[in-house]
């Protein structure tokens, strides 16, 4: 079950919390940079990582950190591996790969609830209309709470429906 949610997604009380990356990303933007300012650990973590296994566009990589954090990094554009280099932007393709992976995750592992951003449409670049339909029919049928952060207001707490 989906339900649309104004507010921070950085104050959810969903398990897990997900959003787009690339690989090799520096986490400077959006999302991703609040959540490196959060966890700094995550993204060092994630570069290790990216060094290490050299993903691909399409995939996920997990993070549990202090706290009970758990974020799913989900690999929505192309990684840039140039020195300095920028991530491209996010295609349907990839978005839809990611969150095949993300749901593989969610029916594998014990995950109670799950909020996501817009997916892709901020520094990914797509358009809403294009990803929304994507998580409809990757994510839509779950018995678990969804939670799409569809407007983002700093430092307000959304009614995600959940109990504490």
Same mark, same amino acid.
Not at 6 to 17: F, M, N, P, Q
């Given at each position: 079950?989906?339900?649309? *949610? ?5 104050l959810?009380?969903?398990?897990t919390i997900?959003?787009?990356?690339a690989?090799n990303?520096?986490? =400077?933007?959006?999302?991703?940079l609040?959540?490196?300012?959060r966890?700094?650990a995550m993204h060092?973590d994630?570069?290790h /990582? ?10 996920m990589?997990f993070w549990?950190g202090p706290g009970n ?6 690999l929505?554009?192309d990684?840039? /591996?140039?020195?300095?280099g920028?991530?491209?932007r996010?295609?349907?393709t990839? *978005? =839809? ?5 993300l749901?593989k995750?969610?029916?594998e592992? =014990?995950v109670t ?7 892709a449409t901020?520094v990914?670049? $797509?358009e809403?209309? =294009?990803?929304?339909? $994507? ?6 049928d779950l018995k678990?709470? *969804?939670? $799409?952060?569809?407007? /983002? ?12």
């Amino acid at each position: 079950m989906i339900r649309e *949610v104004s507010g921070d997604i950085l104050l959810s009380k969903a398990h897990t919390i997900a959003h787009g990356v690339a690989p090799n990303d520096s986490f =400077d933007r959006g999302l991703a940079l609040s959540l490196r300012e959060r966890w700094p650990a995550m993204h060092k973590d994630f570069r290790h /990582y990216c060094h290490q296994f050299h993903p691909k566009a399409g995939g996920m990589w997990f993070w549990g950190g202090p706290g009970n954090a758990r974020i799913a990094n989900l690999l929505t554009q192309d990684g840039s /591996y140039d020195h300095g280099g920028k991530p491209g932007r996010a295609s349907t393709t990839h *978005v =839809d790969h990611a969150l095949k992976e993300l749901r593989k995750h969610i029916d594998e592992e =014990d995950v109670t609830s799950v909020a996501l951003p817009r997916l892709a449409t901020g520094v990914g670049g $797509l358009e809403w209309g =294009d990803v929304r339909p $994507l998580i409809e029919q990757r994510l839509g049928d779950l018995k678990i709470p *969804v939670i $799409l952060y569809t407007q /983002y207001v700093k430092g307000e707490q959304a009614d995600e429906g959940l109990s504490d």
